[in-house]
């Protein structure tokens, strides 16, 4: 199984190559500069990492995803949920939502989507 795991600054890394990609490695640099006032080493020493941990790829000078922002964060809810709530979606939803009021439009969607996942269930 490949390590999906990222930190804070990893996170935010990932997300200028989410939200360029593809990107040259060149205009990658460029950007982490601005974002982290890194220095060109300091970014290829990111990217090597999180290639390496399968999220992203680097061929020819050109960065993109492996790992897609969507399929990232949904692998992570799903670790947060197994690792805080022994896999229980509904002591996840309890918890999260005991101190917060769910709007109507919010009870809505929850119950849409159960109502499709159902459709689908046997």
Do not use: H
Request: proline share 2%; hydrophobic share 35%; charged share 30%.
């Amino acid at each position: 199984m490949l390590d999906y795991q990222m930190g804070g600054v990893e996170t935010r890394f990932a997300e200028i190559i989410w939200n360029n990609e593809p990107i040259s490695s060149t205009e990658l640099v460029k950007l982490c500069a601005n974002e982290f006032d890194w220095k060109k080493s300091t970014t290829y020493t990111v990217l090597k990492r999180l290639c390496e941990k399968g999220i992203f790829k680097n061929e020819q000078g050109s960065v993109s995803s492996v790992i897609g922002r969507d399929e990232f964060y949904s692998y992570q809810s799903g670790k947060f949920v197994e690792n805080n709530f022994k896999g229980s979606l509904p002591a996840f939803i309890t918890a999260f939502s005991k101190n917060r009021e769910l709007s109507r439009e919010d009870i809505e969607q929850i119950r849409a989507m159960l109502d499709e996942y159902s459709e689908g269930v046997k």
